[in-house]
């Protein structure tokens, strides 16, 4: 397909233009989330939101302003419409069973916990029908973040869940100074570009392949690199992240949630955690890997990456880019939706981190770039 596209404006500004690569684990162990408190409970933030409704005169403004906090208290704790959906659910089925209802209703309390982050479990992730929770934060679905002016709006707009956003939130409407984790998918991979000829992909990216390595940076595809000596072309989105900011992190000596950045939709896709054990946890490797199995459900099986990670995926990874992770998971067909992946410290036996990627996620939004880059210069 040929290919025409209009010079696009450069949106972001980078650190480095080195290739980077979950491979470089001491890298990624530099990473430590800055230790902040925790932010309210759902309870306090449906408390305060009650509070501010109050002070409106109007009841129409204020059921309406109700509605909206009630839903970006769910938001910062999204574990919790496990436990509202399971006590609704209660209700309808045993609202005539008085007996089995307190039962019932203490069963969707302890299944909500269960969902919580516990500090001192080896494997900081629950999944429940699909939905993902790491450290009690879904990684499921979109989220609005507002550019903030003030104190009082950066609190309101980036706190997610038990998360230090502050860095998320001052990434919209500023530029975007990204971090590239694990997976670099070709563009092609994308299903609106995957009859896209790589020739005809590079001439309408501006990439010069006479040059060693080209980096060609739009606001569509990320960054993008074209790698002379294995003739592929890699992209990477980018991404900014939360701390957790708990008192007591337990075995974790730092966790972090991170975040694919749609500036022009001013949105934020979780799609990344990873958990990093203090030293001297000694957590064995092979105990872990069962443990990630486990949790994720049937059907799962490991592979191991050539750059060091045991992976556990729907099928095994077999194809890897020149760093040494896994290629082109986006591609079609997609057999993969989770990727669980644990890192070994220096001794090879203990676990150093461990993480989980919603790659769902990951290709919706790649598909949702690649469509708009069409829309906008491809024809």
Same mark, same amino acid.
């Given at each position: ?53 109050? +002070?409106?005169? %109007? *009841? #129409?403004?204020?059921? @309406?302003? =109700? &509605? ?6 769910? !938001? ?117 570009? +995957?009859?896209? %000829? *790589? #020739?005809?992909?590079? @001439?309408? =990216? &501006? ?6 390595? !080209? ?165």
């Amino acid at each position: 397909m040929q290919i025409t596209m209009i010079t696009l404006a450069i949106l972001w500004l980078f650190c480095s233009l080195a290739t980077p690569s979950l491979a470089q684990k001491s890298k990624i162990r530099q990473e430590k989330p800055t230790r902040t408190s925790s932010n309210k409970s759902y309870r306090s933030c449906r408390k305060a939101a009650v509070a501010e409704a109050k +002070k409106l005169k %109007s *009841k #129409r403004h204020q059921v @309406r302003f =109700l &509605k909206q906090a009630a839903s970006r208290c769910r !938001e910062r704790h999204p574990a919790v419409s496990i436990l509202t959906d399971c006590k609704r659910n209660a209700i309808r089925a045993y609202k005539d069973d008085r007996d089995y209802l307190p039962v019932a209703l203490k069963e969707c309390k302890e299944k909500y916990q269960s969902f919580l982050f516990q500090p001192d479990e080896s494997l900081p992730f629950r999944v429940d029908e699909g939905r993902i929770f790491f450290a009690g934060v879904g990684l499921n679905s979109n989220r609005e973040v507002k550019p903030s002016s003030s104190k009082e709006d950066k609190s309101d707009n980036n706190d997610i869940g038990n998360f230090d956003c502050e860095s998320l939130g001052q990434t919209f409407g500023r530029h975007l100074d990204p971090q590239f984790l694990l997976f670099g998918n070709d563009p092609r991979s994308y299903i609106p570009l +995957k009859q896209t %000829s *790589k #020739r005809s992909l590079l @001439r309408g =990216l &501006k990439v010069q392949t006479k040059k060693k390595m !080209e980096v060609q940076v739009n606001p569509y595809l990320g960054q993008v690199y074209w790698h002379r000596q294995s003739k592929s072309v890699t992209n990477y989105f980018p991404s900014a992240s939360c701390s957790y900011g708990g008192e007591n992190q337990g075995l974790y000596d730092g966790i972090k949630i991170y975040y694919l950045i749609d500036l022009e939709k001013n949105m934020a896709t979780p799609y990344f955690g990873i958990a990093f054990y203090r030293k001297g946890t000694n957590i064995p490797v092979s105990q872990l890997i069962e443990e990630v199995k486990t949790k994720l459900g049937e059907g799962y099986v490991t592979s191991k990456s050539k750059s060091g990670l045991d992976l556990v995926a729907k099928a095994e990874i077999k194809r890897f880019d020149h760093e040494g992770d896994p290629r082109n998971l986006c591609q079609f067909p997609r057999k993969h939706r989770v990727i669980g992946a644990v890192a070994a410290d220096d001794s090879g036996q203990f676990a150093a981190y461990t993480l989980l990627s919603n790659i769902g996620n990951l290709c919706k939004y790649g598909d949702r770039f690649a469509s708009r880059l069409l829309k906008k210069g491809f024809n």
